[in-house]
């Protein structure tokens, strides 16, 4: 039905830019991107809508940039990668009735 896959992940130097895609087949109502801290809990890093409206948590503000390629791409842009930052990246994608997690990407920055 609804599949979820994202890419981009693996080593990042700390300072770089991270650029991670994720690609959802079929319909939406919107796709975020959420991380996965060693030591902490899933955390939201930001949500666009289908109407192209982006909405940010305020830590991740000025940090990360979500977008859209087209209504199945979209993609999650760091400005400057800091260790802090390493961790698991998923991608969830919400229909009328369901949500679906793409299996994420692991993120590692090294200095």
């Known amino acids: 039905q609804v599949q979820v896959v994202e890419s981009g992940g693996g080593l990042v130097q700390a300072g770089g830019s991270l650029n991670l895609s994720c690609v959802v087949s079929?319909?939406?109502?919107?796709i975020g991107w959420y991380r996965q801290v060693p030591g902490k809990e899933r955390e939201l890093i930001a949500i666009i809508l289908n109407n192209g409206r982006a909405n940010y948590p305020e830590s991740m503000k000025e940090r990360f940039t979500i977008s859209r390629a087209n209504a199945n791409t979209v993609y999650l842009r760091a400005k400057t990668v800091k260790p802090e930052d390493t961790g698991v990246y998923y991608c969830n994608a919400k229909t009328s009735w369901t949500s679906h997690w793409g299996q994420g990407t692991q993120v590692t920055v090294s200095s």
């Open positions: 079929g319909s939406t109502i919107s």
